[in-house]
């Protein structure tokens, strides 16, 4: 709405659908003939974008009283924005865990802050693998009267659809019993790990520690953030390189890399002004301090990679500043080469293909 309000309004004027859109034929003349003019209702649109987009949401819909969305995991950071900009003072509420494999769970108390979720006793029967034993090919599982409270696990499911002992590939923490079933709390997903020596840090110890290390920068916003790690990024300058180096493995790349260094955590942060989203930070952001202060943070919220940067056999991290919507060419790219649609697609936190880090690293500032 931000970026292409213009059109928005100009086919809400008109009554139809832009023909530039890439809509499908059929879907574009259905549209377009249930579709009526409404310039009244544009023009107090464009009266409204035209102030800003601060605060819009209760601006263009007065009676907005909340807003649903997913408000657990990677997705915290878009939350954050709409919370803090959109729409300051407006609940956005999680009333269901779910997944491209059928609804999970739903949110018995969907106002309060940190959102859990009773898991639905007909839609599925569940398993749970303690998250120390995800690695395994057969690992053992637990019923759900087995579970401990504060205890992370990896769900398994089987249901009516044919889907029998499947991982789902989620790790939620056990919170409580709701009548006997299990209240649970979505941490992240498997495969989302920044693991360079077996300290698997997961990716709510790395939004946590940006957001304490934004939260020190004078009027500044996290946009959006990706990570890999120096071992993708020296496969990527130099795969031959690393095989006559002997690095045949992840682990043997976790040791050190080609050149002998060790490994370290490499970031990819977009930063924005409050207000303007096109103004690049990087002159009043020292990359240096930005590296030092997310490294004592990330200390504060992993144990393990904090034990490993102590023993020094994991490096200090490196962050990269992004201009202004790489991002959202990151997400263009990543759509463009994979079966996913853009309703589909979630931000990958852990990114490890070649072509999507070459073009990070052309937009870097």
């Known amino acids: 709405m931000e970026t292409k309000w213009e059109q928005l309004t100009d086919d809400i004027?008109?009554?139809?659908i832009d023909p530039e859109l890439n809509v499908e034929g059929e879907v574009h003349k259905q549209l377009n003939r249930i579709l009526q003019p409404d310039p009244q209702r544009a023009k107090s649109l464009v009266h409204e974008f035209r102030k800003g987009f601060q605060g819009i949401a209760k601006r263009v819909w007065p009676y907005l009283c909340y807003m649903t969305a997913i408000t657990t995991g990677s997705m915290k950071v878009y939350c954050q924005k709409l919370n803090e900009y959109y729409a300051p003072g407006i609940p956005i509420l999680?009333?269901?865990?779910?997944?491209s494999e059928g609804v999970i769970g739903v949110n018995l108390l969907p106002s309060e802050q940190q959102a859990v979720y009773a898991l639905l006793p007909r839609t599925n029967f569940y398993e749970f693998i303690p998250v120390g034993k995800c690695d395994q090919i057969q690992p053992d599982t637990l019923?759900?009267?087995?579970?401990?409270?504060?205890?992370?696990?990896?769900?398994?499911?089987?249901?009516?659809?044919?889907?029998?002992?499947?991982?789902?590939?989620?790790?939620?923490?056990?919170v409580r019993y709701h009548n006997d079933g299990p209240v649970i709390e979505f941490m992240y997903r498997?495969?989302?790990?920044?693991?360079?020596?077996g300290e698997k840090t997961p990716e709510t110890a790395i939004y946590q520690a940006l957001q304490?290390?934004?939260?020190?920068?004078?009027?500044?916003?996290?946009?959006?953030?990706?990570?890999?790690?120096?071992?993708?990024?020296?496969?990527?300058?130099?795969?031959?390189?690393?095989?006559?180096?002997?690095?045949?493995?992840?682990?043997d790349g976790a040791k050190a890399t080609s050149d002998g260094e060790f490994q370290y955590y490499?970031?990819?942060?977009?930063?924005?002004?409050?207000?303007?989203?096109?103004?690049?930070?990087?002159?009043?952001?020292?990359?240096?301090?930005?590296?030092?202060?997310?490294?004592?943070?990330?200390?504060k919220h992993?144990?393990?990679?904090?034990?490993?940067?102590?023993?020094?056999?994991?490096?200090?991290?490196?962050?990269?500043?992004?201009?202004p919507g790489s991002f959202k060419e990151l997400k263009r790219y990543l759509v463009e080469n994979s079966t996913a649609t853009m309703m589909q697609f979630k931000m990958p936190r852990l990114l490890n293909k070649p072509g999507a880090l070459d073009l990070l690293m052309t937009l870097t500032v």
């Open 13 to 16: 004027a008109k009554g139809r």
């Open 212 to 251: 304490d290390t934004v939260a020190d920068l004078k009027d500044v916003r996290l946009v959006d953030y990706t990570c890999t790690d120096s071992l993708m990024l020296d496969r990527r300058r130099n795969t031959s390189q690393l095989i006559s180096s002997g690095i045949t493995s992840y682990q």
């Open 266 to 299: 490499v970031i990819f942060l977009e930063l924005e002004r409050h207000g303007n989203a096109d103004d690049e930070v990087t002159g009043d952001v020292s990359i240096d301090q930005l590296n030092m202060q997310f490294d004592e943070n990330l200390r």
């Open 302 to 323: 992993a144990t393990f990679y904090d034990m490993f940067r102590s023993q020094e056999s994991i490096a200090p991290p490196r962050v990269y500043l992004m201009k």
């Open 190 to 197: 498997r495969g989302q790990l920044l693991n360079l020596r």
């Open 94 to 99: 999680s009333y269901m865990y779910g997944s």
């Open 143 to 174: 019923f759900s009267e087995e579970l401990e409270i504060g205890k992370e696990y990896e769900i398994v499911i089987t249901n009516e659809h044919g889907l029998y002992r499947y991982r789902l590939g989620d790790v939620v923490k056990f």
